[in-house]
């Protein structure tokens, strides 16, 4: 009799199942694709970029019109899966803190030197916002930004362009050295370059 062992998720921690989403779901398509390492660099950009706004919940949104204007108007593509799935950066789980450095970011850029809440603080202010009566989700998400641009909106939507910028920058970089390395190492270790 043989006798299989079925490994579910539940015997692995929450850190070790994130190290596997982010294996499974970002790194191993970037290595997997055969389009140009441009192509996927930009995707990862765009993912990011919108990713770090303060538009939680309508990231992937964002990232699909992109990809329709950028492809029908400009004529400029990028890897919309990659788009999509970088847009998780920010999440239930870091999208708080996110923010918090997205508003202290923009009250520094306004010159608000005297209105540097603490986080508990801005937490607080937050945790507000998700409460909603229940009547579905575009209600929670319309509650969500009323609130959102009627506490800390100004600072937080400038706070996060710098960070967006850069940040995107950065990400457009480092995927296209690491694809750019990695297809060089594989073309090596199969023998059609020296």
Not at 32 to 57: D, K, N, Y
Request: aromatic share 14%; charged share 15%.
């Amino acid at each position: 009799m043989v006798t299989s062992t079925v490994v579910s998720a539940r015997n692995f921690s929450l850190i070790e199942r994130l190290k596997r989403l982010v294996r499974y779901r970002l790194h191993i398509p970037l290595k997997r694709s055969r389009h140009p390492p441009e192509h996927l660099a930009r995707g990862v950009m765009i993912g990011v970029v919108w990713a770090l706004t303060p538009i939680f919940g309508l990231q992937m949104v964002s990232v699909f019109v992109t990809w329709v204007v950028a492809r029908k108007l400009f004529n400029w593509d990028f890897s919309l899966i990659n788009g999509l799935a970088w847009t998780w950066t920010t999440n239930a789980f870091t999208i708080v803190p996110a923010f918090y450095v997205f508003w202290l970011t923009g009250q520094i850029m306004l010159g608000r030197f005297d209105d540097l809440t603490g986080y508990q603080s801005f937490r607080t202010i937050v945790e507000g916002w998700s409460a909603s009566n229940g009547d579905g989700v575009i209600a929670a998400t319309l509650h969500q930004f009323t609130a959102l641009f009627g506490t800390v909106g100004i600072p937080l939507a400038i706070g996060c362009l710098p960070w967006a910028a850069v940040l995107g920058w950065l990400s457009y970089r480092l995927t296209h050295q690491f694809i750019v390395r990695y297809r060089r190492r594989r073309a090596e270790r199969m023998g059609l370059i020296a």
